[in-house]
């Protein structure tokens, strides 16, 4: 059973940075696709930045291209979100996740897709 824990959230004003962290049990992200989601109030789970294990390929939603970074750490089994240039509607839960599977591309970034996610944390981006 692989659990996911996050860190790193918290207040930020706007233009600020924060870097999340995801760490795993076991080896969650040696495979696979795995990413990170946000789900604002009243909004639906959205994909923020999705890293697939073959390849190195990372993609990123519209909205946080060039702001945000995805990386991950096989040593650490870790998966990290740098955010800079925060902005108000950054502000949300954000959730990090991952399957073994390898996601084509049109599938990777639906969140019922992916098997394993930590609780969530609170970003929140004052302006």
């Known amino acids: 059973q692989v659990q996911l824990e996050e860190s790193g959230g918290g207040l930020v004003q706007a233009g600020g940075s924060l870097r999340l962290s995801c760490e795993a049990s076991g080896r969650a992200f040696s495979s696979g696709t795995m990413g990170w989601f946000r789900q604002a109030p009243g909004k639906e789970r959205e994909y923020v930045a999705l890293f697939r294990s073959s390849g190195g390929n990372t993609y990123y939603t519209d909205s946080v291209k060039g702001r945000f970074t995805i990386s991950r750490d096989n040593t650490k089994n870790a998966l990290y979100l740098q955010m800079n240039s925060l902005k108000a509607e950054d502000t949300a839960v954000y959730y990090c996740?991952?399957?073994?599977?390898?996601?084509?591309?049109?599938?990777?970034?639906?969140?019922?897709?992916?098997?394993?996610w930590g609780q969530g944390i609170q970003v929140t981006v004052s302006s």
């Open positions: 996740a991952t399957t073994t599977r390898r996601l084509i591309i049109t599938a990777m970034g639906s969140a019922s897709e992916y098997d394993y």
